[in-house]
């Protein structure tokens, strides 16, 4: 997806849901620091019950991974997608605020 394209919310459900059908939970998305892919069961398994942090920092920050942003060793790493490097490529307009989220893995 080009890093300018900012798709809304409604279409980045039915691009979610295209790719791994309804049910949310298994949806899939690729850390842009260190390539891990978490479902979205799997950020909630770890402790993200809210989906504050769900395709938004890598799943490593959850589960206390001491491997830094940017190893790419495997992950998962330690990358917020809030702190000062803003990697998470895939804009998502809800209700009016633009979110910077990870892409989707692949189905």
């Known amino acids: ?3 300018d394209k900012v798709l809304t919310y409604d279409e980045w ?3 979610g849901t295209r790719r791994f059908g309804p049910d949310k939970m298994g ?3 690729i850390c842009p620091s260190c390539g891990y ?3 979205v069961a799997d950020w ?3 402790g993200d019950e809210k989906g504050s942090m769900t395709a938004f920092s890598c799943i490593g ?3 206390g991974s001491e491997k830094q942003m940017f190893d ?3 992950g998962p790493c330690n990358y917020a ?3 000062l490097f803003g990697l998470n490529p895939m804009k998502v307009m809800q209700d009016g605020v633009i979110h910077s989220l990870f892409d989707f893995a692949e189905a």
Do not use: D, H, Y
């Open 1 to 3: 997806m080009p890093e």
């Open 13 to 15: 459900i039915a691009e």
């Open 27 to 29: 949806w899939k998305f």
């Open 37 to 39: 892919v978490a479902s």
């Open 44 to 46: 909630r398994n770890a």
């Open 61 to 63: 920050r959850l589960t």
């Open 72 to 74: 790419k060793t495997g």
């Open 81 to 83: 997608g809030g702190g």
